[in-house]
């Protein structure tokens, strides 16, 4: 546990490191689009959020895998932590991906994941180990236009409890092609 809170504040701390401007830029008290790293990137303004939710497990973790074990259900709400966007990014009432797991011949396991969320939605899904045994979901949406990016980091604590943050980017060019 002591492993997850050092990764998490290593990792928050990183985050907070990044130069997000600090001018009153001209999409309403954002950074200014000239400095630090959003012109670079093409950020128009961001935001971030505090993540809190739920994991309910699909299927008991094998005796032979050690570690992460995502295999259920990740559910979590989001709310909003700060905002440089002249008008805030959309929160959802709730978020919601599942983990699956199957073997092949060999004995192998397959994970398929889905987005129960939406699931027509563009989205890139991901989730790994931490070190400490638990395991971090790593979940970017994309708008339909691919301009606005929600990239949400659930991570699974002791007790089948998530927490963790998220990010948003609204950029001036469609970042999913």
């Not at 932590?81 to 092949?104: E, G, R, S």
Request: include cysteine.
């Amino acid at each position: 546990m002591g492993s997850l809170r050092l990764g998490l504040l290593v990792g928050l701390l990183g985050f907070a490191a990044c130069d997000l401007g600090g001018v009153s830029g001209p999409n309403g008290g954002g950074p200014d689009a000239s400095t630090g790293r959003d012109q670079p990137l093409g950020i128009l303004c961001n935001a971030t959020f505090k993540v809190t939710g739920t994991f309910q497990l699909g299927q008991a973790q094998p005796t032979d895998i050690g570690g992460c074990w995502p295999v259920g259900t990740w559910t979590w709400t989001a709310t909003m932590d700060t905002n440089q966007c002249q008008t805030p990014p959309a929160i959802l009432p709730q978020y919601q991906f599942k983990v699956d797991v199957a073997t092949d011949a060999d004995g192998n396991y397959n994970y398929t994941d889905s987005y129960l969320t939406d699931p027509n939605a563009h989205y890139k899904l991901k989730v790994s180990g931490d070190g400490g045994g638990l395991c971090q979901g790593g979940l970017e949406i994309f708008s339909a236009d691919g301009k606005q990016v929600w990239n949400m980091k659930p991570s699974l604590e002791v007790g089948n409890v998530l927490d963790g943050f998220g990010e948003y980017a609204l950029y001036d060019s469609d970042q999913w092609n």
